[in-house]
Every structure is written in structure tokens, then in C-alpha cells.
């Protein structure tokens, strides 16, 4: 068989090969971090994607489906970002599985796409050897054109194509520019690649398996492609004037972090100024279409499971989504601006006096998201004392399944007081020293463990800064569409269970009128086996059910209490949420909540994922107890102070 006529190396029959796929052609998106290449993916795919996680990882995987102008359809994978296939990192190991067709649930790639920055060009192009001995058809496709020109920068596409024989286009995902160019070529995959036998493939950081210690082949790869570099009279583009004026001030010891400070306290008083009226209404629905139920059905059981028990615990979770979306809206705007990168080189600072290594600030900042991608993301720190405290410390970073939590107690305990005129008030002060608490807690813990357990010389940081650049506005929406399915695929999954769940334990023991009393139900009983440990914090047996059920996922506590409340509370008078926990709470035991969710290692989720990358459950053992003990001793002082 003849070549295919893609470049890249197309298949051929020569190649060791099974019978090519008879179902749509499936192109693999690859570049290195920054690159454009999710902004790609984005204008490619627009709403027809699919966010789930990769068998046996919490790595996102990204399938979308693209629409050519044939009438045709190919299936696109967005790839996390690489510098390379040496599976040091965990997206390193990720990447090349899927290339050599080795993870379950999705097959080996037909088809490549190519991105790099062509502002960055000759450091991104150390991709294309690797990718190319993959013998597949391959597209170039240099993102950030626009930007290189304006710059002053150029490049002859003519000399790439020849030396490595791929196309190269010429794109601006952000501004949608050279997108048909693209498609174009995946309209090429979708005719041709189907009816082509598959090679064999391996991903090698040696071009052509040339057998050279790693450190002479990566060298031997650079000289290469600086020629080819030098011969497409590439021009570096000159400095970004704007980035400089920005980093004179963003980066400087003194006003960065005073900017840093500034924009944390922006991001979480938004987190209540601005949620709030959505919120409002999001709880109107909640509470009109719960109404509606409740009268459009018989007064049977399942009413009462579906209005008293699911519909109140969910949807005492569901409102809280406001605010969580608004959170990662900020942090996709400062990551896709530029500014996060910042904030992680003004973070070192701080992290080297403690003995962590700077590296170290990119897992404990996505901490913020979760803690169990978190940890995964500590493969990227090389020393194994320093990747050990990451993991410790990553789950005191204050997650956004803490949130749901935070919000209600806030709302209900503290009032909206002003302390600096518009700016900051007693909510958003309450939230902020709670984030710092967990801060400080990381801080205090790393400072311990690098000094007893895990004593070692911290190691230096390095870390590219990109420009600052306009965020995409459709990228970052839907990355809240994708956040918002996630959140309540939980809810709609754990929360209904336990739901459904603690439903069941208020409907026994049977008496002559039907289920108990809540107070007298096999929920309560079991309640107040626990009633006797956390009475010390001031809580109830309501609330030692809801931090057994939080082990789940921590919001969970908040649809646990929704159900217990909703049903104790049917033949009466509805009360809000805040204002049934205000009833059962003192001032005290609230803060004293609030501190133990601010260290309590409520999610057995995380448990779980530290076991598997300690190898053991040593650590997560230790911490499980370390944490908790925090928490107990610090609800147990607040509660006796407040």
C-alpha cells in the first residue's frame, strides 16, 4: 500500500500492523503546557466534549467530537500537556499510554496534531522527533502566529515541512484564526486513516531508537533542531513591553505580594457578593420545585423519601454551586492570564524558608480544586522527601468540596458587618482566616516534617513564565460547564445515596402510626453512640452523623443535615437550614465546626490515593490521625473560647 499522503511518516504496509479500526478516526491533540492546545480543542469541539478521568488516575481526559465539512465526524482527544516521554510526571505517563494504545477505554490514536507556541518555538519544537517515530499522520500547527508577528518575530514555514516532512499551519486558537486549515486535515484523517493498517508504536525520548545516554540524545535533539530552526530564519519575537511593566510590579519583593494579597481578598469577597443573588435563586427553585412535589404526589413513603430525604439533601448542596463556579472562574482567569505562574514564583519565596521546594506550590495550589489531583500532581517534585511533605501538607489546602460547608455556617453564625467599608466584612474576613488557617497549618506541618521525619536540603525552582495574555472566554466557560457536571454528578451519586440512606434509618423502628420520631429513629440511636466523643465540641448527635457521612466527600455533611432537618421538620413549619443549625449550634461549637472541617481529613477519597502513591498505609495513616487531631483539639479550644 502506498503512503497515505499525510506527513508525518503515514503507515504504510510494510509496518507491523492489525486490521485498521472500521469506526470514526480518533486524532490525538499533543503539545507542552501553554501552548494553546485546550483552546484548540475548545474552538474544534465547542460543547460536543467529554470530561471524565482516565482508568485508575484522576488525569482528565478530554473526547470530543469534531464536525467536518464533509458531513463527517472525528472523534478528538485533548492530551495533557508534556515537555517530553520520559514518564517522570504522572501526564508524561499518561501521554505516551494513550499514544502506544495501552490505556483501557480508549484505542491508539490515528491521527496527531502538533501545537506549539511559535513565540517559544525552538524549545517546544524538542516535541516533534518523538512524536514523529510514531509514524502517524502528523499536523504542525504553530499556535500564537498573531502574537509572533506583532512582536516582531518571524518564521518560513517552507524549511519544517521539508526537514520533517509534516504540514505546518499557521494558527490563533484564541482568536480562531487558521481553525479551517485544521479541520481540513482532520477531513483528510476521516477519509483516508480508516482503511489503513495500524503500526506498532512506541514512544521514546531517543529519535529513531538511537541507542545514546538520555542526556547525549537530548542534547543531539537540540542541536537538530536549532538547525532546522536557524534555517527557517526564525526570529526570536521581542520581549512583551506589557509582561515586563507587569512583572516590574507583580514580581517585585515588596508589591507583589501586597498585589497577591489584594486579589486573593477580590476572588473571596465574590465568593458572597456576587453568589448571593444567584443563590437566592437558585434556593427559590429548589424550594418552589420541592413544593410541587410535595403536592402533586399522595401522602405515601416515596413522598416522603423524595421531598423529605433526597430533594432536601441535594438540594441543600446543589445551592452552594454559585459559589463554587465563581471560584474557578477566578482561578481559570489567573491561570490563563499568565498571573498564576507569577503567583507561584512569589510563593517560593515563602516555601523554601520551610523546607519545601518551590515545585512544590503548583500541587498545593490545585489543592485548592481538590486534594486528590493534587497529590497525583506531586510527581512532578523530583526529591522523595520533598514529594512526601507535598503529599502530607496538599490536603490542609482548603478544597472546594469545603465550600458548601463554609458557606452555610458563615452565612448563619457571622454577620455581614463591614470592617473595611465595602471591601471586607465580617463574611469574607471569616472565609480569608479560614483559607489562611489551612495555610499556616501546611506551613507549620512542612516546617515539622522537614526537620524530623523528612529532613532534607531543599532543592532550587525553576519555572517558565508565560506572557500575560487575554483569557478566552470560551475556554474558561466551558471549563465551568465541565465543573459544574462534575459537581453534580457528586451530588446526584453520594449525596443521593446517603440520602436515600439516612432516609431509611428515620423510618425505623415501625410504631402504630408509622415511622418513629426522628429522635427516636435507628439513625438518632446510632447518633448518639457517637453523641458522647464530640460533646466536648458542643455538637449533637445530628452533627456526629454528618461528619460520619462527610468521610464520603466533605459537602456531604451539608445534604446529611438537609435530610435530617427536612424530616424532622415535615408536619411543621419549614425552617431554612441556617436557621435549623442555628438552633442546634452555639456560636462556638459553629466556629469550632468550621476549624475542624479546616483540618480534618474528611475524604476518604484522598485516603485512598495517598495509600497508593506512599505505597503503603503508613502515611496516610499517620496523617489521617495528625489531622484529626487538629481538628478535635482546635474545635475543642474555640468552642471553649467562643
Given at each position: 500500500m502506498?503512503?497515505?499522503?499525510?506527513?508525518?511518516?503515514?503507515?504504510t504496509a510494510?509496518d507491523t500492523?492489525?486490521?485498521g479500526?472500521a469506526?470514526?478516526?480518533?486524532v490525538?491533540?499533543?503539545?507542552?503546557?501553554?501552548?494553546?492546545?485546550?483552546?484548540?480543542?475548545n474552538?474544534l469541539?465547542?460543547?460536543?466534549?467529554?470530561v471524565?478521568n482516565?482508568p485508575?488516575v484522576?488525569v482528565e481526559k478530554?473526547?470530543g467530537?469534531?464536525?467536518?465539512p464533509n458531513g463527517?465526524?472525528?472523534?478528538?482527544?485533548?492530551?495533557?500537556?508534556v515537555?517530553g516521554f520520559?514518564a517522570r510526571?504522572?501526564?508524561?505517563r499518561?501521554?505516551r499510554?494513550?499514544l502506544e494504545?495501552r490505556?483501557?477505554?480508549?484505542?491508539a490514536p490515528d491521527a496527531l496534531?502538533l501545537?506549539?507556541d511559535?513565540?517559544?518555538?525552538e524549545?517546544?519544537?524538542?516535541?516533534?522527533e518523538p512524536?514523529?517515530?510514531?509514524k502517524?499522520?502528523t499536523?504542525l500547527?504553530l499556535?500564537?502566529?498573531?502574537?509572533?508577528e506583532?512582536?516582531?518575530?518571524?518564521?518560513?514555514?517552507g524549511p519544517l515541512e521539508?526537514?520533517w516532512?509534516v504540514k505546518?499551519v499557521?494558527?490563533?486558537?484564541s482568536?480562531?484564526?487558521?481553525i479551517e486549515?485544521v479541520?481540513?486535515?482532520l477531513t483528510?484523517?476521516?477519509?483516508a486513516v480508516?482503511?489503513?493498517?495500524q503500526?506498532?508504536?512506541?514512544?521514546?525520548n531517543?529519535?529513531g531508537?538511537?541507542?545514546l545516554p538520555?542526556?547525549?540524545?537530548f542534547t543531539?535533539?537540540?542541536?537538530?533542531?536549532?538547525?532546522?530552526?536557524?534555517?527557517?530564519g526564525?526570529?526570536q519575537?521581542?520581549p512583551?513591553k506589557?509582561s515586563?511593566r507587569?512583572d516590574?510590579?507583580?514580581?517585585?519583593?515588596?508589591w507583589?505580594p501586597l498585589v497577591f494579597s489584594?486579589?486573593?481578598?477580590?476572588?473571596?469577597?465574590s465568593?458572597f457578593?456576587?453568589?448571593?443573588?444567584?443563590m437566592?435563586?437558585?434556593?427559590?427553585?429548589?424550594g418552589?420545585?420541592?413544593?410541587?412535589?410535595a403536592?402533586?404526589?399522595?401522602d405515601?413513603?416515596f413522598?416522603?423519601?423524595?421531598?423529605d430525604?433526597v430533594w432536601a439533601?441535594v438540594?441543600s448542596v446543589?445551592?452552594?454551586l454559585?459559589?463554587?463556579?465563581?471560584?474557578?472562574?477566578?482561578?481559570?482567569?489567573?491561570?490563563?492570564?499568565?498571573?498564576?505562574?507569577?503567583?507561584?514564583v512569589?510563593?517560593?519565596r515563602?516555601?523554601y524558608?520551610?523546607g519545601?521546594?518551590?515545585?512544590?506550590?503548583?500541587?498545593l495550589l490545585?489543592?485548592?480544586?481538590c486534594?486528590?489531583?493534587?497529590?497525583?500532581a506531586?510527581?512532578?517534585v523530583?526529591d522523595?522527601?520533598?514529594?512526601l511533605?507535598?503529599?502530607?501538607?496538599?490536603?490542609?489546602?482548603t478544597?472546594?468540596?469545603?465550600?458548601p460547608?463554609?458557606?452555610?455556617?458563615?452565612a448563619?453564625?457571622?454577620p455581614a458587618?463591614?470592617?473595611l467599608g465595602?471591601?471586607?466584612?465580617?463574611?469574607?474576613?471569616?472565609l480569608?482566616?479560614l483559607?489562611g488557617l489551612?495555610?499556616v497549618a501546611a506551613i507549620g506541618t512542612a516546617?515539622l516534617?522537614k526537620r524530623?521525619?523528612?529532613?532534607a536540603?531543599?532543592t532550587s525552582?525553576l519555572?517558565?513564565?508565560p506572557?500575560?495574555r487575554?483569557?478566552?472566554?470560551?475556554?474558561?466557560?466551558?471549563?465551568?460547564?465541565?465543573r459544574?457536571h462534575?459537581?453534580?454528578?457528586?451530588?446526584g451519586k453520594v449525596?443521593?445515596?446517603?440520602?436515600i440512606?439516612?432516609?431509611?434509618l428515620?423510618?425505623?423502628p415501625?410504631t402504630d402510626?408509622?415511622?418513629?420520631h426522628?429522635e427516636?429513629?435507628?439513625?438518632?440511636?446510632m447518633?448518639?453512640?457517637i453523641e458522647p466523643?464530640i460533646e466536648?465540641?458542643?455538637?449533637?448527635?445530628?452533627?456526629?452523623?454528618?461528619?460520619?457521612?462527610?468521610l464520603?466527600?466533605?459537602?456531604?455533611?451539608?445534604?446529611?443535615l438537609g435530610t435530617i432537618y427536612?424530616?424532622?421538620?415535615a408536619?411543621e413549619e419549614?425552617l431554612?437550614?441556617q436557621?435549623?443549625?442555628?438552633?442546634?449550634?452555639?456560636?462556638?461549637?459553629?466556629?469550632?465546626?468550621?476549624?475542624?472541617?479546616a483540618?480534618?481529613?474528611q475524604?476518604?477519597?484522598?485516603?485512598a490515593v495517598?495509600?497508593?502513591e506512599t505505597?503503603g498505609w503508613k502515611w496516610?495513616?499517620l496523617?489521617f490521625a495528625?489531622?484529626?487531631?487538629?481538628a478535635y483539639?482546635?474545635a475543642?479550644?474555640?468552642?471553649?473560647?467562643?
Amino acid at each position: 500500500m502506498a503512503e497515505l499522503g499525510f506527513a508525518g511518516g503515514g503507515r504504510t504496509a510494510s509496518d507491523t500492523a492489525v486490521a485498521g479500526p472500521a469506526e470514526t478516526p480518533l486524532v490525538a491533540l499533543i503539545g507542552p503546557p501553554n501552548s494553546g492546545k485546550t483552546t484548540l480543542f475548545n474552538q474544534l469541539t465547542g460543547l460536543r466534549q467529554k470530561v471524565a478521568n482516565y482508568p485508575g488516575v484522576t488525569v482528565e481526559k478530554k473526547v470530543g467530537k469534531v464536525a467536518l465539512p464533509n458531513g463527517a465526524e472525528v472523534d478528538l482527544v485533548d492530551l495533557p500537556g508534556v515537555h517530553g516521554f520520559s514518564a517522570r510526571t504522572l501526564d508524561e505517563r499518561v501521554t505516551r499510554d494513550v499514544l502506544e494504545g495501552r490505556v483501557e477505554g480508549i484505542r491508539a490514536p490515528d491521527a496527531l496534531v502538533l501545537i506549539v507556541d511559535s513565540t517559544r518555538l525552538e524549545a517546544q519544537l524538542m516535541l516533534v522527533e518523538p512524536v514523529l517515530d510514531l509514524k502517524l499522520p502528523t499536523l504542525l500547527v504553530l499556535n500564537m502566529c498573531d502574537e509572533l508577528e506583532a512582536r516582531g518575530g518571524r518564521v518560513d514555514d517552507g524549511p519544517l515541512e521539508e526537514r520533517w516532512g509534516v504540514k505546518v499551519v499557521r494558527t490563533s486558537a484564541s482568536a480562531g484564526i487558521g481553525i479551517e486549515a485544521v479541520r481540513d486535515f482532520l477531513t483528510g484523517v476521516g477519509v483516508a486513516v480508516l482503511s489503513a493498517p495500524q503500526p506498532e508504536r512506541t514512544v521514546s525520548n531517543v529519535p529513531g531508537g538511537v541507542a545514546l545516554p538520555m542526556v547525549a540524545a537530548f542534547t543531539a535533539r537540540r542541536v537538530r533542531v536549532r538547525e532546522v530552526v536557524q534555517k527557517a530564519g526564525y526570529q526570536q519575537p521581542s520581549p512583551s513591553k506589557l509582561s515586563e511593566r507587569l512583572d516590574h510590579v507583580f514580581l517585585h519583593r515588596l508589591w507583589g505580594p501586597l498585589v497577591f494579597s489584594v486579589v486573593v481578598l477580590l476572588v473571596f469577597k465574590s465568593i458572597f457578593a456576587w453568589a448571593v443573588p444567584v443563590m437566592d435563586g437558585v434556593d427559590f427553585l429548589v424550594g418552589a420545585s420541592g413544593d410541587w412535589l410535595a403536592a402533586s404526589l399522595p401522602d405515601t413513603w416515596f413522598r416522603s423519601l423524595l421531598v423529605d430525604g433526597v430533594w432536601a439533601g441535594v438540594g441543600s448542596v446543589v445551592i452552594f454551586l454559585p459559589q463554587i463556579l465563581i471560584l474557578f472562574l477566578f482561578l481559570g482567569i489567573l491561570e490563563d492570564s499568565g498571573y498564576m505562574a507569577r503567583a507561584a514564583v512569589i510563593a517560593d519565596r515563602m516555601m523554601y524558608r520551610v523546607g519545601l521546594q518551590g515545585r512544590a506550590f503548583l500541587p498545593l495550589l490545585s489543592g485548592y480544586a481538590c486534594a486528590v489531583p493534587a497529590i497525583l500532581a506531586a510527581r512532578t517534585v523530583s526529591d522523595e522527601r520533598d514529594r512526601l511533605a507535598t503529599i502530607f501538607v496538599t490536603p490542609f489546602m482548603t478544597c472546594s468540596a469545603r465550600l458548601p460547608v463554609y458557606a452555610l455556617l458563615i452565612a448563619a453564625f457571622i454577620p455581614a458587618e463591614p470592617l473595611l467599608g465595602p471591601i471586607l466584612d465580617m463574611q469574607v474576613a471569616t472565609l480569608l482566616g479560614l483559607y489562611g488557617l489551612g495555610i499556616v497549618a501546611a506551613i507549620g506541618t512542612a516546617f515539622l516534617l522537614k526537620r524530623t521525619l523528612l529532613k532534607a536540603e531543599p532543592t532550587s525552582f525553576l519555572m517558565e513564565l508565560p506572557p500575560y495574555r487575554i483569557p478566552s472566554l470560551r475556554s474558561i466557560a466551558l471549563r465551568l460547564l465541565d465543573r459544574s457536571h462534575i459537581f453534580l454528578r457528586r451530588v446526584g451519586k453520594v449525596i443521593f445515596t446517603v440520602a436515600i440512606v439516612l432516609w431509611t434509618l428515620t423510618q425505623f423502628p415501625r410504631t402504630d402510626l408509622g415511622a418513629p420520631h426522628i429522635e427516636e429513629s435507628a439513625l438518632a440511636r446510632m447518633g448518639h453512640v457517637i453523641e458522647p466523643v464530640i460533646e466536648p465540641l458542643g455538637f449533637n448527635w445530628k452533627i456526629g452523623v454528618g461528619l460520619v457521612t462527610s468521610l464520603a466527600a466533605r459537602e456531604v455533611i451539608v445534604g446529611t443535615l438537609g435530610t435530617i432537618y427536612g424530616i424532622e421538620k415535615a408536619d411543621e413549619e419549614p425552617l431554612q437550614l441556617q436557621d435549623a443549625i442555628k438552633r442546634d449550634l452555639s456560636p462556638g461549637a459553629a466556629v469550632g465546626l468550621l476549624i475542624f472541617f479546616a483540618f480534618a481529613l474528611q475524604c476518604m477519597s484522598t485516603v485512598a490515593v495517598m495509600r497508593r502513591e506512599t505505597a503503603g498505609w503508613k502515611w496516610p495513616a499517620l496523617q489521617f490521625a495528625y489531622m484529626l487531631l487538629l481538628a478535635y483539639v482546635g474545635a475543642f479550644i474555640a468552642y471553649r473560647i467562643f
